[in-house]
């Protein structure tokens, strides 16, 4: 089977599950509805409950968790693949962390959500990440630099999380200590709507580029003679994974190894080692929306958020890396 073939069957599949993950998504709950009845809500068909249920209560949830869990996994693949490193995800080199500090900052001191919420995390990970690029900038960018940087940034940026948790009201703790856990409770038709085209419009950039990382694959000095630039490429591709992950972030704050995880999984089901930033966007999406029906139902009466269950799954595998790696 041809490299080209085997990635769109995996993408096919993968999109598969992801299909039958959304229909379980949106027919399980307290009113439980049939495959039936989900298709026909979402083609127009309904009645006045499944439309209700789809429309209001399920169908914002479940397509927040495949668009954050798309922009998280598209974002974890390109860090990696630029820094050529396992382990350089968002999540590790500090990116999601300025995000996190960046929001609870803006919650507690501005009362901040919905857009205010959004721009606010956008613009504090754009200033995060180039404090992390001036500090790890030697002539270009190398992968151990930027992870030893972004580890130590990453802890700046907790210690002004703890402030702010400190800083603000019981209320407020409390809502920050839900959203900070990586949680899908207060995404509502509106904000899926402005992730929506935040995230369409950045994929689309980032597949645009995804011939730059085949080509910087190779090593800087090849890619130069095959007339990319690489630094100027390597900015334009981190430039579009920060503003991928502030995106999830803002819509259902820090869900742990998400991006961390996707690429590894794609590299492995497409099998020739080339990131395939369709399939893990894909992957993404599924683990996310599995994440988030587990824990909503695995323990009964008592649903988690989502990167609770993330990072229970996600955090080994980071020790894996470590304890495996030179």
Same mark, same amino acid.
């Given at each position: 089977?041809?490299?080209?073939?085997?990635?769109?069957?995996?993408?096919?599949?993968?999109?598969?599950?992801?299909?039958?993950?959304?229909?379980?998504?949106?027919?399980?709950?307290?009113?439980?509805?049939?495959?039936?009845?989900?298709?026909?809500?979402?083609?127009?068909?309904?009645?006045?409950? &499944?439309?209700?249920?789809?429309?209001?209560?399920?169908?914002?949830?479940?397509?927040?968790?495949?668009?954050?869990?798309?922009?998280?996994?598209?974002?974890?693949?390109?860090?990696?693949?630029?820094?050529?490193?396992?382990?350089?995800?968002?999540?590790?080199?500090? =990116?999601?962390?300025?995000?996190?500090?960046?929001?609870?900052?803006?919650?507690?001191?501005?009362?901040? &959500?919905? %857009?205010?919420?959004?721009?606010?995390?956008?613009?504090?990970?754009?200033?995060?990440?180039?404090?992390?690029?001036?500090?790890?900038?030697?002539? %270009?960018?190398?992968?151990?630099?930027?992870?030893?940087?972004? =580890?130590?940034?990453? !802890?700046?940026?907790? &210690?002004?999380?703890?402030?702010?948790?400190?800083?603000?009201?019981?209320?407020?703790?409390?809502?920050?200590?839900?959203?900070?856990?990586?949680?899908?409770?207060?995404?509502?038709?509106?904000?899926?709507?402005?992730?929506?085209?935040?995230?369409?419009?950045?994929?689309?950039?980032?597949?645009?580029?995804?011939?730059?990382?085949?080509?910087?694959?190779?090593?800087?000095?090849? !890619?130069?003679?095959?007339?990319?630039?690489?630094?100027?490429?390597?900015?334009?591709?981190?430039?579009?994974?920060?503003?991928?992950?502030?995106? !999830?972030?803002?819509? !259902?704050?820090?869900?742990?190894?998400?991006?961390?995880?996707?690429?590894?999984?794609?590299?492995?089901?497409?099998?020739?080692?080339?990131?395939?930033?369709?399939?893990?966007?894909?992957?993404?999406?599924?683990?996310?929306?599995?994440?988030?029906?587990?824990?909503?139902?695995?323990?009964?009466?008592?649903?988690?958020?989502?990167?609770?269950?993330?990072?229970?799954? %996600?955090?080994?595998?980071?020790?894996?890396?470590?304890?495996?790696?030179?």
């Amino acid at each position: 089977m041809s490299a080209l073939r085997r990635e769109v069957t995996v993408l096919g599949t993968v999109l598969a599950l992801l299909v039958a993950l959304v229909l379980v998504g949106l027919g399980v709950g307290e009113i439980p509805l049939s495959p039936l009845r989900v298709a026909g809500a979402l083609v127009g068909h309904g009645d006045t409950v &499944s439309d209700f249920v789809i429309g209001q209560l399920r169908g914002p949830r479940v397509a927040g968790a495949v668009l954050v869990g798309a922009a998280l996994g598209a974002a974890g693949g390109i860090v990696q693949s630029v820094v050529r490193n396992p382990i350089a995800s968002p999540d590790v080199i500090g =990116i999601t962390s300025g995000a996190s500090a960046s929001g609870l900052t803006a919650i507690v001191l501005l009362g901040a &959500s919905g %857009g205010l919420l959004f721009g606010s995390v956008l613009v504090g990970t754009l200033l995060v990440s180039v404090v992390i690029a001036g500090l790890s900038w030697r002539r %270009g960018i190398t992968g151990n630099r930027v992870v030893l940087v972004g =580890i130590g940034v990453a !802890a700046i940026c907790l &210690s002004i999380t703890g402030w702010m948790l400190t800083a603000g009201t019981v209320q407020q703790a409390g809502t920050a200590l839900l959203w900070l856990s990586g949680s899908l409770n207060a995404v509502d038709r509106t904000l899926v709507g402005v992730l929506g085209v935040a995230v369409v419009v950045l994929l689309a950039a980032a597949l645009l580029q995804s011939r730059r990382l085949t080509v910087l694959a190779l090593g800087d000095e090849v !890619a130069a003679a095959l007339g990319l630039r690489p630094d100027r490429a390597k900015v334009l591709l981190l430039l579009t994974a920060v503003c991928l992950t502030a995106s !999830a972030v803002a819509t !259902a704050g820090p869900v742990a190894f998400v991006a961390l995880m996707a690429a590894p999984i794609a590299r492995r089901l497409v099998g020739n080692g080339r990131v395939a930033l369709g399939v893990v966007a894909a992957v993404g999406a599924v683990v996310t929306l599995a994440g988030d029906l587990v824990a909503q139902f695995a323990i009964p009466g008592n649903a988690l958020p989502v990167g609770v269950v993330t990072g229970v799954v %996600g955090a080994p595998y980071l020790l894996w890396l470590l304890a495996r790696g030179r």
